[in-house]
């Protein structure tokens, strides 16, 4: 490996994979296992299992898996080699790799020094007589120094080659500037600066690294290119995977977190003590986002615009959050269009006082639902009723339920026993609805290892039969030579199983104990949670030798019928004699 197995080990030894995976997820112990909601899929039973005596982790719901090592790197965004340096960091563990091939990271880490230097190249700019057009801008809307500083906002000036001339005495090459995206290549073969006579938002992710940029255009220059340009994903930046100023927030969010739309709705609630709000970036709410805020808090408050736009994506994202674990409130703006306008009309102690009365979501869809609804008017009053009734028997709180019937039928005069009838048997239809939907999951379910192994639905018995194997060479690598002696690699039928047998033998004959540490950058994420699955099921048996001969049996027999069947020009003679051996096979191994 690129690091030496010793340090490996060292760092395994320091960081329990309990208490790496904690931070994350909220861990429940079930026998000598620990149980927790999947950080990487939207789930309400947990399917998340940690299996502290191997060190490694499971999700049987989207088949995610590996040790701590790959953990960090899903949940970090990190690739292997970071994921490592990253918890030996965290232990006091200094590294020296060996001949690592890491010109994917170098230019992770190229990447980062040309978005520092762009920012600092923005922001000295704004600083200019030149830029002032910048500043003048910031400071109109309320912002101190102090804030652009935080920030490091800037501005980026107006010609086609200033960014990549600065760059360029920086050191930095054409190809790598084009790789951070900060320029772009015309279809006549020049290079131009992506961001021109723009005002600029550095993008920071959570570990204080510069990944992306999000340029605004003057007023008069909004219809010309679009309001906003922003960075395209690039090796580190993924812009739905990512928030405005998480980087920050993340450290005074633990109770809750405000959700708004735009940067300087963002920027300005900061500067008015609410250092908790982060924004989308240029994009709709993801649940990648959800996740990232689902590590971090336990109360997301969406304030988003009070137009149609900001009511619909008010209702996007409720949808998002529903089986998140964060509870969700909304805050209705009473004035101006977003917060930063709001903030620059009133006192930051009226907005937190907007904050405290946030209503549930339920409250925000039942207040949005009467809106242009003349409920004076018996038949609109008919058509708003039939819409809240929808609403709360979308609600799983009983009590919730309960008190909301009452609520509706105290208001308009209509009996609890007609709205909880009604409530109820929208209920039933949604429970049918949801019952077919996972009666559909099961037969497809959403993980199934015919995803990462394709081969299998060719080969159903022999995939099968090496899974078992491979699960008790895992367990028993003892077994190993005897297994390796009747069934060479090349002989497995599916090519995944062969490539993970093949490992297998590399590291057991290397002397090494199985760890599934020895895989981690050698598998795909997908690959190494189908490797842990095997690792932890019960494949094996209580007879595991016996069921390691049988294993072997069906795998020579059907690699024998595969290729007789791939044999088109095999003579009949031939062709009897292949048929011969695999009888005698057969007739050896019931013997």
Known sequence: MAIPEQVISEIKYRNDIENVISPYVNLKRRGKNLVGLCPFHSEKTPSFTVYPENGSFYCFGCGVGGDIFTFTGLIENLDYIESVKLLAEKSGISIVEDNYDNSMQKLKNTIYEINKETARFYH??????????????????????????????????????????????????????????????????????????????????????????????????????????????????KKSENLFAMNYAKNHCSEQIILVEGNMDVIALHQAGFPNTVAALGTS????????????????????????????????????????????????LPEG???????????????????EKAVNIVDYKL?????????????????????????????????????????????????RL?????????????ARQKQKK?????????????????????????????????????????????????????????????RIYQLLSDTIRSGKGIDISYFSDRLLP???????????????????KIVLKDCIKVILEEEMLKTNTNSKDLSVEDWANNLKNIIDTKNKGEN
């Open 124 to 237: 000295s700019y704004m600083m200019t007589p030149e830029g002032k057009w910048g500043l003048d801008y910031f400071t109109r809307r309320g912002l101190s120094l102090k804030t652009i500083k935080h920030f490091g906002l800037g501005c980026a000036p107006d010609g086609w080659d200033n960014l990549i001339k600065h760059l360029k005495a920086k050191g930095f090459s054409i190809g790598d500037m084009l790789a951070a995206n900060v320029i772009g290549k015309s279809s006549k073969g020049t290079y131009y600066d992506r961001f021109r006579k723009r005002y600029m938002f550095p993008i920071i992710n959570i570990r204080g690294n510069i990944i992306g940029f999000s340029g605004r255009a003057l007023p008069e220059d909004e219809k010309k290119g679009g309001k906003y340009v922003n960075t395209s994903d690039t090796p580190v930046y």
């Open 285 to 332: 709410f993801t649940k990648e986002q959800v996740n990232l805020i689902s590590r971090y808090s336990k109360e997301i408050v969406l304030t988003l615009d009070a137009d149609a736009a900001g009511q619909k994506a008010v209702a996007r994202a409720s949808e998002l959050l529903k089986n998140s674990g964060l509870s969700v409130k909304v805050l209705v």
């Open 526 to 544: 997908a690959e190494l949670g189908y490797l842990v699955a095997l690792q932890n099921g019960d494949k094996a048996g209580e007879n595991p």
């Open 367 to 415: 207040l949005t639902a009467a809106k242009g609804i003349d409920t004076q008017n018996e038949n609109s009053k008919l058509e708003y009723i039939n819409k809240a009734v929808a609403i709360i028997a979308d609600t799983d709180d009983v009590l919730a339920r309960d008190l909301y019937i009452g609520k509706l039928s105290e208001k308009y005069g209509i009996t």
């Open 438 to 498: 996972e009666i559909s999951e099961v037969i497809t379910p959403r993980y199934s290892r015919d995803d990462i192994n394709p081969e299998r639905r060719n080969s159903p018995k022999a995939t099968a039969a090496e899974e078992t194997l491979i699960a008790i060479l895992l367990r028993h690598p003892d077994f190993f030579e005897e297994a390796y002696t009747a069934l060479p690699p090349e002989k497995m039928v599916t090519a995944l199983n062969r």
């Open 418 to 430: 007609a709205i909880t009838s009604k409530v109820e048997e929208l209920r039933k239809t949604k």
């Open 337 to 355: 269009k977003d917060p930063d306008e709001f903030l620059r009309k009133n006192s930051p102690e009226k907005f937190k006082g907007l904050l």
